[in-house]
Each structure stands twice: as C-alpha cells, then as structure tokens.
Nanobody
Framework: QVQLVESGGGLVQAGGSLRLLCAAS????????MGWFRQAPGKERDFVAA?????YYSDSVKGRFTISRDNAKNTVYLQMSSLKPEDTAVYYC?????????????????WGQGTQVTVSS
C-alpha cells in the first residue's frame, strides 16, 4: 500500500478556487491510479475525480474541477474552481491498482486522512 497525505483545504467563498494536493510515499507512485472522493456530514463518500489511463469526473464537478498528477513529485492535484456551497465536504485522496472501477470507494486500497473544504455562500 501507499501512504497518502492531503493538504490544501480551507474556507473559501462561493465562486472561489482551491487546489488540493495529495502527497504519496514510496517509489511506485506511477503504478497507481489515483482518485479523489468527498464526504459531507451525514452523507456517503462520493466519487469526485480519478486519473488512471483516462481521466474521470463526477457530473457534479465536470467543467469546474481538474485532476492531474506529477509522478516525479509523487503528487496528485485537484484544482477546484467556481466552488459552490454544496462542494463543502472532507476531501479524500485514494490509490488503487489500474483497471476496474474508478468510481466506487471500495475499489481503492489506500486512503489519506482527508482535508476539509468549506465553501461559504
């Protein structure tokens, strides 16, 4: 498994932007597909975006969020723009083997501790 640490969360006004980072340990980062999920209070952990052989987004963030990775830095990013109050959640970074489903949380083997994103109206 890979160790993951998220950062970059915070409080932002609606319409603003944030960039989340997920730093991974180990020398095999490039062998993992990476995903971002989010969980609001009292709700399930929902898929946001993933980067494997392709890039995947949930419909709710498509066109506003961008996932990218830098294998040289063992880091995956989530650039979030045009933020809405409904984007408020704890955001989690996750890693999985290539292939299979990118949309479901149980498909992922390693998780970070999460970073809080709060969007005020």
């Amino acid at each position: 498994q890979v160790q993951l640490v998220e950062s970059g969360g915070g409080l932002v006004q609606a319409g603003g932007s944030l960039r989340l980072l997920c730093a991974a340990s180990g020398r095999t980062f490039s062998s993992y597909a990476m995903g971002w999920f989010r969980q609001a209070p009292g709700k399930e952990r929902d898929f946001v975006a993933a980067i494997g052989g392709r890039i995947y987004y949930s419909d709710s963030v498509k066109g506003r969020f961008t996932i990218s990775r830098d294998n040289a830095k063992n880091t995956v990013y989530l650039q979030m723009s045009s933020l809405k109050p409904e984007d408020t959640a704890v955001y989690y970074c996750a890693a999985k083997a290539w292939g299979g489903s990118y949309y479901t949380a149980p498909s992922y083997d390693s998780w970070g501790q999460g970073t809080q994103v709060t969007v005020s109206s």
